[in-house]
């Protein structure tokens, strides 16, 4: 019997891919094998207290083992908040091209749901490397193609990452480098579409080749709570090795990128990943809620719940991962604390991995340190009395050591979120002529990052990372060499306590205009309007204000000039304006002409101390007893030229800066 279908296909276009990935679901109502149009992910739902075993075949024809469809139930949401109810969750399991499916079930099973992602190609993501050290290359979400459009809510946060629980995803081991993002796509598509949650539920994945993409949305740096633990979400960060590790040997690169991983999020958090941690439960069915759980800092998904996750193999490596981890990155802080009431006495407390030199340092809201402590050791403890410190403004601690990365807080009142505001990118249009500015305002202090996205998301160019204080800020851009296409630029701003503001300005990139400048900014007869195209365009030249168009033509690539002569207008300043029209845009620019016909004029104050006036801003040249001296000026009005002894003869003339000649000035002792 052939499958029911009782779900429309869902197309679920990634930014960024060839193909659009689309997800069904089919009621399986026969234990017979059932055809099915071609996927490359299956996932199953089911009633009943029983278990589904499942197996797939794939396009040659070929029959995989059973696989039990249960692992990936105890990848859950905390309770109530997000998800389908009523249903048994299976993992996602990768099958590659598969055509066929079959189920058997052991126990009560009263329903059983298959969900099918196909269409799985796509662009290979661009790996990028942050500028911070011992931060692991990470495969963005833009950069993996996923399609935010199909999130359901926005993020939600906890106060810190206390613990880190490792998963695998229990699918299949057999998978290319190249298929890895759209393994990781396929399970976004099953978490939110198939089983009705927010996001994808991990924070993070790795496959067996090492690759690691961001998972659950909201900021990498950030405690977003994912759906990958029931009972103890908030607060932990959730990273699954791609693949099924019951009985496979985690490779050694999967291993070498979980231990950087885990290394540097760890550190983000001031954790120690030997260290054993204290975390309630709200709710599963191993921990009730409100019980105490104690966990190592790096822990397995089998001490949070009822599973077998993250593998027999996987979960025996973990000691050996957390004492790689703890000898990752060093030197460390680790658990900074600043305890006490403000007003009082506040006690900054942390640990550090060797002993070191320290300092604690407060700042208020403009970045002033207000106070500051040090000493030398592996305990950081000192104490600041905040008596004399304003209530009503925000401050901020840190805790550092060299090298080390350091731990920051906030007390006081509340410090704003960050907020970008006044955001303008001038101008919108960038050409080889340009010099664009992007200004914004912070509302707080802030570490800003300026990326280039491309029309799919995609960072292809880094212009700036800097902390940067309140108030008005520009940046130049300059430096920045892509492809001719329409682009966003985006900006986002951190605070000290992670939290984020982010905001994106469209721009187009053209290249077509590659030069364009007057002969001179001013004119009484002639003026040469000098361009060059890089490509062939449509091009129109004319005078604003009302003036004449002079060119209107088609014109190849290469270096182009018309002369202009003014006539028929007064003389004034006028705005030449260009306007070349390409397959992408058409990109105006304007520059200032003056037409001025009129001479300066020149006259003699002082014969004796060779002082004279001017009518206009010009070049002067004054021969005093046939010797030349040239003075420039700036703006009209009178002037003295420097002469030692008497003076028996004077000439002089004026240029100005439209080559206009004054009378020569002529005097004689």
């Given at each position: 019997m052939r499958a029911v279908l009782v779900a429309t296909v869902l197309a679920l276009a990634a930014p960024g891919t060839a193909a659009a990935l689309s997800l069904s679901s089919h009621d399986l109502r026969s234990a017979a094998p059932q055809h099915v149009k071609g996927f490359q992910l299956v996932g199953l739902h089911w009633r009943g207290s029983g278990t589904v075993l499942f197996r797939t075949r794939s396009l040659h024809g070929r029959w995989t083992s059973w696989h039990q469809a249960a692992p990936g139930e105890d990848d859950l949401p905390d309770r109530g908040t997000e998800g389908l109810r009523g249903w048994r969750l299976g993992a996602p399991f990768w099958t590659g091209g598969s055509n066929a499916i079959q189920y058997r079930t052991v126990g009560r099973v009263t329903?059983?749901?298959?969900?099918?992602?196909?269409?799985?190609?796509?662009?290979?993501?661009?790996?990028?490397?942050?500028?911070?050290?011992?931060?692991?290359?990470v495969i963005t979400r833009s950069e993996w193609g996923a399609n935010e459009g199909i999130r359901r809510a926005a993020p939600r946060y906890a106060d810190n990452v206390h613990v880190a629980v490792v998963h695998h995803t229990a699918g299949s081991n057999s998978y290319t480098a190249s298929q890895s993002a759209a393994i990781v796509r396929s399970i976004y598509v099953y978490h939110v579409q198939g089983n009705g949650w927010n996001d994808i539920g991990y924070n993070f994945?790795?496959?067996?080749?090492?690759?690691?993409?961001e998972g659950r949305y909201g900021g990498m740096t950030r405690a977003v709570i994912g759906a990958h633990a029931m009972g103890f979400n908030v607060g932990s960060v959730g990273v699954a090795l791609i693949g099924n590790y019951s009985s496979a040997t985690v490779t050694p690169a999967a291993r070498t990128a979980l231990v950087s991983l885990l290394a540097w999020r760890l550190d983000l958090a001031h954790v120690d990943p030997v260290s054993r941690v204290v975390r309630v439960s709200t709710g599963n069915p191993r921990y009730p809620a409100g019980t105490a759980v104690t966990l190592n800092a790096i822990s397995g998904h089998r001490d949070t719940y009822p599973t077998s996750c993250p593998g027999t193999n996987l979960y025996a490596q973990l000691p050996a991962i957390r004492r790689a981890v703890a000898q990752t990155g060093l030197p460390k802080i680790y658990e900074p604390v600043a305890s006490g009431s403000f007003g009082g006495p506040i006690r900054f407390t942390a640990r550090l991995s060797a002993s070191a030199a320290w300092t604690v340092s407060v700042r208020d809201e403009s970045g002033t340190v207000v106070a500051s402590g040090a000493g030398t050791g592996t305990a950081v403890d000192w104490t600041w009395d905040s008596s004399s410190a304003d209530p009503n403004q925000p401050y901020t601690w840190t805790i550092a050591a060299p090298d080390a990365r350091s731990a920051t807080g906030t007390f006081g009142a509340p410090l704003p979120p960050p907020a970008l505001q006044q955001v303008k990118l001038v101008p919108a249009i960038v050409t080889p002529v340009d010099k664009p500015k992007l200004s914004y305002r912070l509302k707080t202090r802030s570490l800003v990052t300026a990326t280039l996205l491309d029309e799919h998301g995609a960072v292809v160019a880094t212009l700036f990372r800097k902390l940067k204080k309140p108030g008005l800020q520009s940046y130049a851009w300059t430096g920045v060499t892509v492809p001719d296409g329409h682009y966003r630029v985006q900006l986002v701003a951190q605070d000290a306590r992670g939290r984020q503001a982010a905001t994106t300005v469209p721009t187009t990139i053209d290249g077509t205009l590659a030069a364009f400048a007057p002969s001179a900014s001013a004119f009484s007869r002639q003026i040469k309007l000098r361009f060059e195209l890089n490509a062939p365009a449509h091009v129109k030249l004319r005078v604003g204000s009302g003036g004449p168009t002079l060119l209107d033509a088609d014109l190849p690539a290469g270096p182009q000039q018309i002369e202009w002569d003014g006539s028929g207008l007064p003389d004034g300043r006028y705005n030449v304006v260009l306007s070349v029209t390409d397959s992408m845009t058409t990109?105006?620019?304007?520059?200032?002409?003056?037409?001025d016909r009129v001479a300066p004029r020149l006259r003699l104050l002082s014969l004796r101390s060779v002082r004279l006036w001017a009518s206009e801003a010009a070049r002067v040249t004054v021969i005093v007893n046939g010797r030349a001296r040239r003075v420039t000026l700036k703006r009209p009005g009178a002037f003295s030229v420097w002469h030692r002894g008497t003076v028996r003869t004077l000439r002089a003339f004026a240029v100005d800066a439209a080559g206009n000649r004054s009378r020569t000035l002529r005097a004689r002792r």
């Amino acid at each position: 019997m052939r499958a029911v279908l009782v779900a429309t296909v869902l197309a679920l276009a990634a930014p960024g891919t060839a193909a659009a990935l689309s997800l069904s679901s089919h009621d399986l109502r026969s234990a017979a094998p059932q055809h099915v149009k071609g996927f490359q992910l299956v996932g199953l739902h089911w009633r009943g207290s029983g278990t589904v075993l499942f197996r797939t075949r794939s396009l040659h024809g070929r029959w995989t083992s059973w696989h039990q469809a249960a692992p990936g139930e105890d990848d859950l949401p905390d309770r109530g908040t997000e998800g389908l109810r009523g249903w048994r969750l299976g993992a996602p399991f990768w099958t590659g091209g598969s055509n066929a499916i079959q189920y058997r079930t052991v126990g009560r099973v009263t329903r059983v749901r298959a969900f099918f992602v196909r269409g799985s190609g796509g662009v290979s993501p661009r790996v990028r490397r942050t500028q911070m050290t011992e931060t692991p290359e990470v495969i963005t979400r833009s950069e993996w193609g996923a399609n935010e459009g199909i999130r359901r809510a926005a993020p939600r946060y906890a106060d810190n990452v206390h613990v880190a629980v490792v998963h695998h995803t229990a699918g299949s081991n057999s998978y290319t480098a190249s298929q890895s993002a759209a393994i990781v796509r396929s399970i976004y598509v099953y978490h939110v579409q198939g089983n009705g949650w927010n996001d994808i539920g991990y924070n993070f994945l790795v496959d067996k080749y090492g690759q690691i993409f961001e998972g659950r949305y909201g900021g990498m740096t950030r405690a977003v709570i994912g759906a990958h633990a029931m009972g103890f979400n908030v607060g932990s960060v959730g990273v699954a090795l791609i693949g099924n590790y019951s009985s496979a040997t985690v490779t050694p690169a999967a291993r070498t990128a979980l231990v950087s991983l885990l290394a540097w999020r760890l550190d983000l958090a001031h954790v120690d990943p030997v260290s054993r941690v204290v975390r309630v439960s709200t709710g599963n069915p191993r921990y009730p809620a409100g019980t105490a759980v104690t966990l190592n800092a790096i822990s397995g998904h089998r001490d949070t719940y009822p599973t077998s996750c993250p593998g027999t193999n996987l979960y025996a490596q973990l000691p050996a991962i957390r004492r790689a981890v703890a000898q990752t990155g060093l030197p460390k802080i680790y658990e900074p604390v600043a305890s006490g009431s403000f007003g009082g006495p506040i006690r900054f407390t942390a640990r550090l991995s060797a002993s070191a030199a320290w300092t604690v340092s407060v700042r208020d809201e403009s970045g002033t340190v207000v106070a500051s402590g040090a000493g030398t050791g592996t305990a950081v403890d000192w104490t600041w009395d905040s008596s004399s410190a304003d209530p009503n403004q925000p401050y901020t601690w840190t805790i550092a050591a060299p090298d080390a990365r350091s731990a920051t807080g906030t007390f006081g009142a509340p410090l704003p979120p960050p907020a970008l505001q006044q955001v303008k990118l001038v101008p919108a249009i960038v050409t080889p002529v340009d010099k664009p500015k992007l200004s914004y305002r912070l509302k707080t202090r802030s570490l800003v990052t300026a990326t280039l996205l491309d029309e799919h998301g995609a960072v292809v160019a880094t212009l700036f990372r800097k902390l940067k204080k309140p108030g008005l800020q520009s940046y130049a851009w300059t430096g920045v060499t892509v492809p001719d296409g329409h682009y966003r630029v985006q900006l986002v701003a951190q605070d000290a306590r992670g939290r984020q503001a982010a905001t994106t300005v469209p721009t187009t990139i053209d290249g077509t205009l590659a030069a364009f400048a007057p002969s001179a900014s001013a004119f009484s007869r002639q003026i040469k309007l000098r361009f060059e195209l890089n490509a062939p365009a449509h091009v129109k030249l004319r005078v604003g204000s009302g003036g004449p168009t002079l060119l209107d033509a088609d014109l190849p690539a290469g270096p182009q000039q018309i002369e202009w002569d003014g006539s028929g207008l007064p003389d004034g300043r006028y705005n030449v304006v260009l306007s070349v029209t390409d397959s992408m845009t058409t990109v105006t620019r304007s520059r200032p002409v003056r037409i001025d016909r009129v001479a300066p004029r020149l006259r003699l104050l002082s014969l004796r101390s060779v002082r004279l006036w001017a009518s206009e801003a010009a070049r002067v040249t004054v021969i005093v007893n046939g010797r030349a001296r040239r003075v420039t000026l700036k703006r009209p009005g009178a002037f003295s030229v420097w002469h030692r002894g008497t003076v028996r003869t004077l000439r002089a003339f004026a240029v100005d800066a439209a080559g206009n000649r004054s009378r020569t000035l002529r005097a004689r002792r």
